[in-house]
């Protein structure tokens, strides 16, 4: 029994801080072409300014790990839009009532939600070309997150959105 309720307890802690991560990318870009990045001049992330230069810190070190340099006359751009969702709990408990009675019958049901509603951080990463301006790889990322977390909390959860969402950056070319 002790078993089965740490596995439920790790299932659920591991649960709520997941990572979704969608991705999109034009099949006619060659990625090798880039190897220089930058971003926007005077870009509205939609974050805090604090929380934007935590963001901005994940992205340069994970381009700088995946070989990218930072530059002032880049190949691409990187635009970031990130915001802050009210998220509603997805668990509900079923009520019930219903009975029967000879050629007489009826139902009711009603979902209640369990749990408290969440807060969740949604950020989209634009990587643009600079010579062409058009969009050619995207990734919106989304972590629910408690808005009261310190800066080292706020810190590694950003740092751990950009890492899952750059995972597939650069795309496998077929």
Same mark, same amino acid.
């Given at each position: 029994m002790k078993?089965?309720?740490?596995?439920?307890?790790?299932?659920s802690?591991?649960?709520?801080?997941?990572?979704?991560?969608?991705y999109?990318?034009?099949?006619?870009?060659?990625?090798s072409?880039?190897t220089t990045?930058?971003?926007y001049?005077?870009?509205?992330?939609?974050?805090? @300014?604090?929380?934007?230069?935590?963001l901005?810190?994940?992205i340069?070190?994970?381009?700088?790990n995946?070989?990218f340099?930072?530059? @002032?006359?880049p190949?691409?751009y990187v635009?970031?839009?990130?915001?802050?969702?009210?998220a509603?709990?997805?668990?509900?408990?079923?009520?019930?009532v219903g009975?029967?009675?000879r050629?007489v019958?009826?139902g009711?049901?009603?979902?209640?939600?369990?749990?408290?509603?969440?807060? @969740?951080w949604?950020?989209?990463?634009?990587?643009?070309?600079r010579y062409?301006?058009e969009l050619?790889? $995207?990734?919106?990322a989304t972590?629910?997150?408690?808005p009261?977390?310190g800066? $080292?909390?706020?810190?590694?959860?950003?740092?751990a959105?950009v @890492?899952?969402?750059?995972v597939?950056?650069p795309?496998?070319?077929?």
């Amino acid at each position: 029994m002790k078993t089965v309720l740490s596995i439920f307890i790790l299932v659920s802690i591991v649960s709520c801080s997941a990572i979704n991560v969608q991705y999109d990318y034009d099949k006619a870009t060659v990625f090798s072409a880039y190897t220089t990045y930058n971003y926007y001049p005077d870009m509205e992330t939609g974050l805090s @300014e604090l929380d934007t230069r935590r963001l901005m810190r994940a992205i340069d070190s994970t381009l700088r790990n995946k070989g990218f340099l930072l530059s @002032e006359e880049p190949d691409f751009y990187v635009a970031i839009l990130g915001r802050t969702l009210h998220a509603t709990p997805r668990n509900t408990v079923g009520v019930g009532v219903g009975g029967t009675g000879r050629s007489v019958g009826g139902g009711l049901s009603v979902g209640i939600p369990v749990g408290a509603s969440k807060m @969740e951080w949604e950020i989209q990463f634009d990587f643009v070309d600079r010579y062409k301006d058009e969009l050619f790889w $995207q990734a919106v990322a989304t972590r629910s997150f408690n808005p009261n977390s310190g800066p $080292q909390k706020r810190e590694e959860i950003l740092r751990a959105m950009v @890492e899952k969402a750059f995972v597939k950056y650069p795309p496998k070319e077929k």
